[in-house]
């Protein structure tokens, strides 16, 4: 029997961090072909992940431009993948999560006439513009694909609510904490990193570990996001922050005047995710729109405040391991100081159940895919 050839596409850090232990899992099993098709939609940070795990891309689109609009990457993307598949028709393309990469490839494929598997698949927040666009990404993926991989219980009610055929859906843990598990475990707790002002950083008691970035973020609630913590860590003489700041000049512009410059403050560069993993596991909370982070943080027993109005994670709200802090100067002081001064409410929320994965995601979507594709007969057991 031909090995099953399969296609793994993604562009972002995220993208990269999520589909990396995927890629090597699948590399490894002996009936399976493998290439990994990048578009590069985010560039150095892109390429700071597959050096870290090793991957070097079979095929790459090199699409990302300055000042570069959302048909822009679209459009190129969509082309450009097009253009790959004329010439290397996969059995499936696997995409990931909710990125314009995501949707572009999912729809070239479909074009082309070639499976899609969807991993993480399900997540829903119901609101079309709180992440935008990836909210739409996620539904419009979701229509194209024929296989789907979700993270969780809740994330595959949501997809058989819309019609999708149960059967097509695969219950997997999320493979971010494959990635968590993989970086620890190299490290084994040793908070030395690469980036040197980080390890220079004078931290005083309590760490608050923050990133923000998302489009319905940027200008005035990134403002007030910035005036809530900088109000906090001015009144909490204990507690400092760091703040790896995403590239965009949106985020950078705000996030220097109001914090910069500030003794207990360390406004940073962005890291590679081994440094972010090291970080969230030193940080007393997580203070982030970042939906990774979101994962980590019950795995790490680490209480998160989420920067947005909504989550496409609501099991961690549930749980009572995350925190919807919005993105107003209100109600983000307001979640932060009760995280950070209320005994009781940091106790339950740093031994909040884990609901989003326990390292293992990335077998069992090989298994999903093996299944779906009927090369073994028995369907993989379901992550609970």
């Not at 999520?18 to 399976?32: G, N, Q, R, T, Y």
């Not at 997540?123 to 993926?141: A, C, I, Q, S, V």
């Not at 990193?193 to 489009?215: C, D, P, Q, S």
């Not at 200008?219 to 400092?240: F, H, K, S, V, Y």
Request: hydrophobic share 40%; charged share 25%.
């Amino acid at each position: 029997m031909e090995k099953l050839k399969v296609l793994c596409a993604f562009g972002t850090r995220p993208e990269a961090i999520k589909m990396s232990p995927l890629v090597l899992a699948l590399k490894k099993h002996e009936d399976i072909e493998t290439r990994v098709l990048v578009s590069a939609q985010h560039r150095e940070l892109l390429d700071s992940v597959m050096d870290i795990f090793g991957i070097k891309p079979d095929a790459d689109l090199d699409i990302m431009q300055s000042g570069q609009t959302l048909t822009d990457i679209t459009t190129r993307i969509l082309i450009g993948a097009g253009k790959h598949f004329d010439t290397y028709k996969p059995d499936i393309v696997l995409v990931h999560g909710d990125t314009s990469t995501t949707f572009a490839t999912a729809l070239a494929a479909f074009y082309a006439g070639i499976k899609v598997g969807h991993v993480e698949a399900g997540l829903r927040t119901f609101n079309k513009l709180e992440p935008f666009p990836e909210e739409m990404n996620r539904l419009l993926t979701g229509r194209i694909a024929d296989v789907h991989f979700s993270p969780t219980q809740a994330a595959r009610r949501n997809l058989i609510k819309e019609g999708i055929d149960a059967s097509s859906v695969y219950v997997t843990g999320n493979t971010e904490i494959d990635a968590l598990t993989n970086i620890l475990t190299r490290n084994k707790g040793n908070y030395m990193y690469k980036r040197e002002e980080i390890n220079a950083f004078e931290r005083r008691g309590r760490l608050i570990v923050m990133t923000a970035h998302r489009r319905e973020n940027l200008g005035q609630p990134m403002e007030e996001i910035c005036g809530a913590m900088l109000d906090i860590i001015n009144e909490n003489a204990d507690t400092t922050m760091i703040w790896p700041v995403h590239p965009n000049p949106k985020v950078r512009e705000v996030a220097h005047r109001v914090l910069g410059g500030h003794e207990r403050i360390l406004l940073t560069d962005a890291v590679d995710n081994e440094d972010m993993y090291n970080l969230a596991n030193e940080a007393f909370i997580l203070a982030t729109e970042s939906a990774g982070l979101q994962e980590i943080s019950p795995y790490l027993n680490k209480p998160c405040v989420v920067l947005r109005n909504v989550t496409e994670r609501p099991e961690g709200v549930d749980t009572g391991a995350l925190m919807i802090g919005g993105n107003s100067y209100g109600t983000v002081y307001a979640a932060v100081d009760a995280v950070l001064n209320n005994e009781s409410v940091y106790a339950k929320m740093a031994a909040a159940a884990n609901p989003f994965g326990d390292g293992r995601a990335s077998e069992r979507i090989i298994a999903g895919i093996l299944h779906y594709f009927k090369r073994v007969i028995e369907r993989p057991t379901d992550f609970s």
